[in-house]
């Protein structure tokens, strides 16, 4: 999530949001994280997650699956697991639209050209 913060300009201390159940990092592209960890499908509906996600910023949700009926069709999905060595880690991201795809290859594009 730091990664992902840094990257859209957020400034300050990026921390899980486990206990608060969602961070606001304000930036030039605002950032929203979300984690439903801890909480039931029935009770994502207090959160105001679909504000959230129709918002003027990335919203970023971790145990989204929780999630899976408000999340809208378009949209990317990221994974992660660990790799076979302690440090390493598997990141998988799948597009769930158009835009999605979009901005799916963009990345790719960066990706392969380091």
């Known amino acids: 999530m730091q990664g992902l913060a840094r990257g859209l300009g957020a400034g300050?201390?990026?921390?899980?949001?486990t206990f608060v159940l969602v961070h606001h990092y304000p930036g030039p592209l605002?950032?929203?994280h979300?984690?439903?960890?801890?909480?039931?499908?029935a009770d994502v509906e207090t959160l105001g997650l679909e504000e959230i996600m129709e918002g003027d910023g990335i919203t970023a949700i971790?145990?989204?699956?929780t999630a899976a009926a408000m999340l809208p069709p378009d949209h990317l999905a990221v994974d992660l697991a660990f790799g076979t060595e302690e440090t390493a880690r598997i990141i998988r991201v799948s597009a769930g639209g158009e835009r999605s795809r979009r901005i799916l290859d963009g990345l790719a594009a960066c990706v392969s050209s380091r």
């Open 30 to 32: 605002p950032l929203y």
């Open 62 to 65: 971790e145990w989204a699956p």
């Open 34 to 41: 979300v984690d439903l960890y801890r909480i039931g499908p």
């Open 12 to 17: 300050g201390y990026v921390r899980s949001p």
